[in-house]
């Protein structure tokens, strides 16, 4: 019965079935690396061995501390940024500007850097800056998307309720997608986690989870490189988790929606 659930299309298990089911994976992935390694990684030993080192002697979770707090805050700014211009679109004034932030995000890390290092004057600001504009601009591009999901009829029965302009647009697009806007930014925060850890080997006088990376991966030491990252992956599990309980806690409507 448990068996058919889990390969049955469009099912849905019940959430101690599907928990066994990832932990017995878990554990079948855990005896394969432990007893058949690959000669391209490290064995499970050797990075739980770089992983208590790392831990007790380089300053792994003070490292990741500073980078999350940076990544953290660069989201904070990203996310009010994209939030304005996406909204701004609402007058056509403001709408190229949305169109141009959406296509800024085939720029280069390197030229970034660049120009945000003749502007400003200390490594966290550069480093801070280019997390933002990157964060900034593929926000814009989820959130623009999202607003462009409303629907005449959404905005049609706000102004039968007696709603002007601006009301019907904060009640339907502001109030009404806030839920969606949130989980545009748990998609997008990747993109920080996956950018801190480049910015970081450039500026290092900070230090932080990048910078422990490349010190490892530069004397060859793939066990304490394949730990690094496996914290790091853990790590934005964790946060990604994390919006999407605040999005059922303060949005619980929106699992309404969902396919079942």
Do not use: C
Request: no cysteine; proline share 3%.
């Amino acid at each position: 019965m448990y068996m058919k659930e889990l390969f049955a299309p469009n099912a849905h298990p019940s959430r101690p079935v599907f928990a066994g089911m990832v932990a017995a994976q878990v554990f079948v992935l855990g005896l394969l690396w432990a007893f058949y390694p690959l000669q391209l990684f490290p064995s499970l030993g050797d990075v739980l061995r770089a992983l208590g080192s790392l831990t007790t002697s380089q300053g792994l979770l003070q490292e990741l501390w500073a980078s999350m707090t940076t990544a953290l805050q660069a989201l904070a700014i990203g996310t009010g940024l994209a939030l304005l211009i996406s909204y701004l679109t609402a007058l056509p004034f403001f709408r190229p500007i949305a169109y141009a932030a959406t296509k800024m995000r085939y720029l280069t890390l390197t030229g970034l850097t660049f120009f945000m290092a003749l502007l400003l004057n200390s490594g966290h600001q550069v480093k801070l800056s280019v997390l933002v504009f990157a964060t900034t601009v593929y926000l814009v591009t989820g959130m623009t998307s999202v607003i462009l999901t409303t629907t005449q009829e959404e905005m049609d029965h706000a102004r039968t309720l007696g709603l002007g302009e601006w009301r019907s647009f904060f009640e339907v697009v502001v109030r009404g997608k806030l839920d969606l806007m949130l989980e545009v930014v748990r998609q997008n925060f990747a993109i920080i986690w996956t950018m801190i850890t480049l910015v970081e080997t450039l500026y290092q006088s900070e230090g932080g989870i990048g910078l422990l990376l490349y010190k490892q991966n530069r004397y060859l030491h793939l066990d304490g490189v394949l730990a690094i990252q496996l914290v790091i992956l853990a790590t934005g599990a964790a946060q990604d988790y994390g919006f999407g309980l605040l999005r059922r806690v303060f949005f619980p409507h929106a699992a309404l929606a969902a396919a079942r």
